[in-house]
């Protein structure tokens, strides 16, 4: 079975700098997929970066990028020149490539942007 | 707007009753996912289908049931309801094509208040 620990619950960062906030995971597959989901005071979940495990560049998409290192099971998601509206709830969610295709999904950080 | 859309929004109901939650799916996905989001017990998959089948199950109670139309909208039923199945209750959907992990994308949710 997967595991994926967030350990950082809450976390705040002024607006305009940057943020890192850390997820591990735990699993025997060699493929597999992570992902970083956001979820603002709307509730809704929204996707904000994937990578795939095969693949050895890290993701990037506009303002977020990941540190993936996969020997050390460790997926991390930067926010660059943080905005207010990055102001969520992030989860870090794993995949198997093989098998059933069931998230798991980390406890989450509470991410505050300060004005 | 991930174009998966769920109804309704916000139920409230008591201990004992029945509800069903419904899903549409992105237009051109085959796969439905229900995740069920509590305090306790954080984002949990419950079940999912493909095409019409059920292909996966997670943690999902006997009092719990869900079916995948032809048209491929889904249903999640929820019996005999008790105060600690108060969540927020997603749906998501991917192309689901097999061997490739697609990207789940979300609804909106349901929230759901037993009484």
């Known amino acids: 079975a997967q595991t994926v620990t967030q350990s950082q619950p809450e976390m705040s960062v002024q607006e305009a700098e940057t943020v890192t906030l850390s997820c591990t995971y735990d699993?025997?597959?060699?493929?597999?997929?992570l992902f970083w989901y956001k979820q603002p005071p709307s509730r809704q979940m929204i996707l904000v970066i994937r990578q795939e495990a095969y693949k050895q560049q890290n993701a990037t998409e506009n303002r977020f990028s990941v540190n993936f290192q996969k020997a050390a099971k460790s997926f991390s998601l930067k926010i660059s020149d943080s905005q207010l509206g990055d102001t969520a709830m992030y989860f870090c969610?794993?995949?198997?490539?093989?098998?059933?295709?069931?998230?798991?999904f980390g406890t989450g950080t509470r991410l505050t942007i300060i004005p | 707007d991930s174009g998966v859309t769920q109804t309704p929004k916000h139920l409230i109901t008591a201990t004992g009753q029945r509800v069903t939650l419904r899903c549409s799916p992105r237009s051109g996905d085959l796969s439905v996912y229900w995740y069920q989001q509590s305090l306790d017990q954080g984002l949990q998959f419950l079940i999912q289908y493909y095409n019409g089948e059920e292909r996966a199950k997670g943690n999902i109670l006997e009092r719990f049931s869900a079916q995948q139309f032809p048209d491929l909208h889904s249903e999640l039923n929820l019996s005999s309801l008790e105060l600690g199945d108060s969540a927020l209750y997603f749906c998501?959907?991917?192309?689901?094509?097999?061997?490739?992990?697609?990207?789940?994308?979300f609804g909106p949710g349901t929230r759901l208040l037993v009484l």
């Open positions: 998501a959907s991917s192309v689901g094509t097999s061997g490739f992990i697609a990207t789940q994308y």
């Open positions: 969610a794993f995949i198997a490539t093989f098998g059933n295709e069931k998230l798991t």
């Open positions: 699993t025997s597959e060699n493929n597999y997929y």
